[in-house]
Structures are given as structure tokens and as C-alpha cells.
């Protein structure tokens, strides 16, 4: 799976869109980006995932760039609930792992 | 609240001992997944295992063990336990071996002296 790789850290003030980067260039034309956050000492929440066209859900938005080199996860309107560590990990959909990075630790201010 | 629950939710133990975590899946889930997450690291894969079989396995030694037993509920077994096994063990629960979405539990915390 192509590896990926996040800003260590953020910050976003309440109620405003917070976009998280992610960079994965050696994707392949098979391979999905998938979206995974995980607040403090819970198990990691799933939170969106795309190959080529944009996706939006409940919880965020996902872009993906035309080349598929980078995306970006948006939250529409961040609440201090989203404070987290956001996973962007890029796999085959078949592939039976998860290749969790570091993430970025996303900090919503007041 | 996922449906996937974890226990114990702590535990510790001294080196070289053995230790068994357990896992229940979600209901109608029968895919199990296992991770080891350390402090301030992303959690990495330790296995997977689809209707009682192992279907998939990371870089982890063979003291690593698992189940999957018919209710589809799961164990995690490690043999000679070593410091660097502290950690929070993470199991993950989906429908068939896809990965749409993986739900996780809790994790269970643990302490290895």
C-alpha cells in the first residue's frame, strides 16, 4: 500500500471548516483512501472513504485531487467534539490491513 | 458505541507471562481484526481472522496467537510477554473480509512489567 503523509498538527477555531491535508504520490489506480479518526483512549471511528470522485457523508467531506496524489478531509463545522488524531491510510480494498500513519492531531479551539 | 466490546479493559502483567484479551464483534459481523497501538503511535496490524480461519497476518512473532471462535467473538494470545508489548490492543469487527468500515472497540490496556 502507497504511504502517506500528514501535517503532525492543526488547529481550528469552532464552528469553521477544518481541512486536513494528506499527500499519497505513489498511489495506485487501485488503491482507496480511507479516513479514520481517533479520539482520546477510544478505538478508532471510520469516518469516510473515496478513489476517485469526491465523497461527502455525514460526518465530512472527502476530496481527491484529479492526479489522486493528494486529498483533503473536510469537516463543515468543526465542534470541540472533533478534537482527534485523523488517520489517512491508503489500501487496496481487498488488502485485509490497515496501515495507520501517525495522523494529525486536529485541535478545535473555542 | 460501536457493538464491538473488549475485555479486560486493563491489565498487568510481568515479563514472560502470557496474556488473553478478548473480543465480541459486532452482531452479524464475522471478521475479526487485531491491533497493537503504542503511546503516540497509529495502531499496526497484528492479524485478521474470517469465519474461524486466520486470514491475514502483519509483522508480528508467532507469540502472537489467535481465535475466532463460532459466535465469531475472538482472543488474542501472547506468549513470553516482553516490555515493548505494552501497549493498547485494539480489536476491530466487519462484515466479511472487506473493509468498508472496520468497527472498533475500546481496546484493552496493557502493562507489561
Known amino acids: 500500500d502507497a504511504k502517506t503523509t500528514q501535517p503532525t498538527s492543526m488547529d481550528c477555531a469552532e464552528g469553521r471548516a477544518a481541512n486536513l491535508p494528506c499527500n499519497h504520490s505513489?498511489?495506485?489506480?487501485?488503491?482507496?483512501v480511507y479516513w479514520y479518526r481517533q479520539i482520546h483512549s477510544q478505538g478508532p471511528q471510520y469516518i469516510i472513504h473515496?478513489?476517485?470522485n469526491n465523497e461527502t457523508n455525514e460526518m465530512a467531506s472527502l476530496i481527491i485531487t484529479e492526479d489522486r496524489k493528494s486529498s483533503t478531509l473536510i469537516l463543515p463545522h468543526a465542534t470541540l467534539r472533533d478534537t482527534a488524531v485523523y488517520y489517512c491510510?491508503?489500501?487496496?480494498?481487498?488488502?485485509?490491513?490497515?496501515?495507520f500513519g501517525a495522523g494529525t492531531r486536529l485541535t478545535v479551539k473555542p | 458505541e460501536t457493538g464491538v466490546t473488549q475485555s479486560p479493559t486493563h491489565l498487568i502483567k510481568t515479563r514472560g507471562q502470557q496474556v488473553t484479551l478478548r473480543c465480541s464483534s459486532q452482531?452479524?459481523?464475522?471478521?475479526v481484526s487485531w491491533y497493537q497501538q503504542a503511546l503516540g503511535q497509529g495502531p499496526q496490524f497484528i492479524f485478521q481472522?474470517?469465519?474461524?480461519?486466520?486470514?491475514g497476518r502483519g509483522n508480528f512473532p508467532p507469540r502472537f496467537s489467535g481465535l475466532q471462535f463460532p459466535n465469531y467473538s475472538s482472543e488474542l494470545n501472547v506468549n513470553a510477554l516482553e516490555l515493548d508489548d505494552s501497549a493498547l490492543y485494539l480489536c476491530?469487527?466487519?462484515?466479511?473480509?472487506?473493509?468498508?468500515?472496520?468497527?472498533f472497540g475500546p481496546g484493552t490496556r496493557l502493562t507489561v512489567l
Open positions: 476491530a469487527s466487519t462484515r466479511g473480509a472487506s473493509y468498508n468500515e472496520q468497527f
Open positions: 481472522y474470517y469465519r474461524e480461519e486466520e486470514n
Open positions: 473515496g478513489l476517485k
Open positions: 505513489t498511489i495506485s489506480g487501485n488503491e482507496y
Open positions: 452482531s452479524g459481523h464475522n471478521t
Open positions: 491510510i491508503v489500501r487496496l480494498y481487498n488488502n485485509n490491513d490497515m496501515r
